[in-house]
């Protein structure tokens, strides 16, 4: 007896059936049309990475799926953790045939090996905007402008747009004397809405493990209350980037730079018809990766904050100098396509998306009208309306019908020998239950407009 194997997908990963698929692909179309309405350009690269490309042949703390290639000896390849380090790479590459600035868009399937959330996966899709060769801080703005269009276009409003600048986080540091660990300290500080004060306190003072942990930053008492100083202005502060500015006083340049920095965006987003109360200057956004220079964006839904960021990402002008020699500036931001399709469904905001592409639906009543179906379906394509012929082994009218409506297909299309000897189609209305007969010289027309009404 044969052992038949489990068709269960790896954990971390998931299946989407075709209800699922269809209405992810309403979605992601919606947002490409918005990603090339302000002018971003499509790019793919390969899911596989050299090892070192992604890594810049450093230890990281990131959890990376490595690819094996048998008794191959050459250097490792790797799934790619996200869509920014392959673009650093393609900018390296072929940065004098690329148009300046240079905006992208790309959809792609990212892998990490961390623990497994509601709507986050081991493999998930990420959906991507960049702008690299640009320095201004119109880019940045562009970027939130982009997210509140999105959101527009997929009818969610109650979106709160984040924004913070990592060179007012490098002030802090600079402040406190942390140094070479300023990473460690943005991702404490990144997960303040999840610990709270006093475990983000605790952690900030953590002594060293032993001599080898170079994870601890060990703060003293009066460098602890400089940082709760700070996060009091983040989260409760109604003139955030004034009160940062007499927290820094004297004491860090490049700290009122950021301060400088956010300023300018929030005047360019402003003119972009963003609305003031969407968008919320809070100091203690810090994104977890460490190539963010300068502003940083985070997107949550109002309705349903518990999923976390939807649509992140920020200013990494350094990126691209682990492949080259210049200094390429770049911001962008990605969404998290199934922590935003797991929040859609959650919101029950996913019910009015159609679940099939099928628009018209042609029955077969005998095998000798075969021909004259398949004709009129070619002509239907042709005309723009996707139409499905049954196909099935039951030829039962109930059978197909049953098919049809489960499908959710809108528009049914009749014709037995009588009507076929007439020149006339029944065609039925599934949405509105209505039925009326319609010569085949108007066929198209009349599905069209059924169409277009509804």
Not at 39 to 50: A, H, I, K, Q, Y
Not at 152 to 160: D, G, S
Not at 351 to 357: C, E, F, N
Request: proline content about 5%; overall charge negative; hydrophobic content about 40%.
């Amino acid at each position: 007896m044969t052992l038949l194997i489990a068709p269960e997908v790896p954990g971390g990963f998931r299946d989407y059936l075709p209800v699922e698929q269809t209405r992810r692909t309403q979605i992601l179309r919606t947002i490409e049309k918005v990603y090339q309405s302000f002018g971003f350009l499509p790019l793919d690269t390969p899911e596989v990475e050299r090892w070192s490309v992604l890594t810049g042949n450093e230890v990281t703390a990131m959890k990376i799926y490595k690819v094996s290639l048998g008794d191959k000896t050459d250097e490792p390849l790797a799934l790619r953790f996200d869509l920014t380090v392959p673009l650093a790479r393609v900018v390296a590459a072929y940065g004098n045939t690329l148009p300046r600035p240079f905006k992208r868009y790309q959809l792609g399937r990212v892998f990490r090996g961390e623990t497994s959330q509601k709507g986050r996966y081991n493999g998930f899709y990420q959906f991507d905007i960049d702008t690299v060769f640009s320095g201004s801080m119109l880019t940045d703005a562009e970027v939130i402008a982009v997210i509140w269009s999105t959101f527009q276009a997929l009818k969610i409003p109650r979106v709160t747009i984040k924004i913070n600048d990592r060179k007012i986080l490098n002030g802090l540091a600079e402040m406190i004397g942390v140094g070479s660990k300023a990473n460690i300290l943005f991702q404490i500080l990144d997960r303040m809405d999840k610990l709270g004060m006093e475990e983000v306190t605790k952690i900030l003072q953590r002594p060293p493990d032993n001599r080898l942990d170079e994870t601890a930053l060990n703060l003293s008492d009066r460098a602890v209350e400089t940082v709760q100083e700070f996060l009091r202005i983040a989260a409760d502060s109604t003139l955030p980037l004034e009160e940062a500015a007499e927290f820094f006083g004297n004491s860090t340049q490049i700290g009122h730079a950021g301060i400088q920095e956010l300023q300018q965006v929030r005047g360019y987003v402003q003119n972009m018809g963003v609305p003031d109360d969407r968008v919320v200057v809070d100091l203690s956004v810090a994104r977890g990766l460490g190539y963010y220079t300068g502003p940083v964006f985070e997107t949550s839904l109002d309705d349903l904050p518990s999923i976390g960021s939807v649509f992140s990402g920020g200013r990494y002008d350094g990126l691209v100098g682990r492949f080259a020699n210049d200094s390429v500036p770049a911001t962008g931001a990605s969404i998290g396509v199934d922590r935003l399709f797991a929040a859609l469904e959650e919101l029950n905001a996913l019910q009015q998306l159609a679940t099939t592409a099928t628009q018209v639906f042609i029955l077969v009543f005998d095998q000798s009208s075969l021909p004259k179906y398949l004709q009129v379906a070619n002509r239907l394509r042709e005309n723009g309306l996707a139409t499905e012929l049954h196909c099935g082994d039951d030829t039962a009218f109930k059978a197909q019908l049953a098919y049809a409506v489960k499908q959710g297909i809108p528009l049914l299309v009749i014709g037995g020998p009588e009507e076929l000897e007439k020149g006339i189609w029944q065609v039925k209305d599934l949405r509105t239950r209505e039925q009326a007969p319609v010569t085949d010289t108007m066929l198209v027309a009349h599905l069209h407009d059924l169409l277009l009404n509804q």
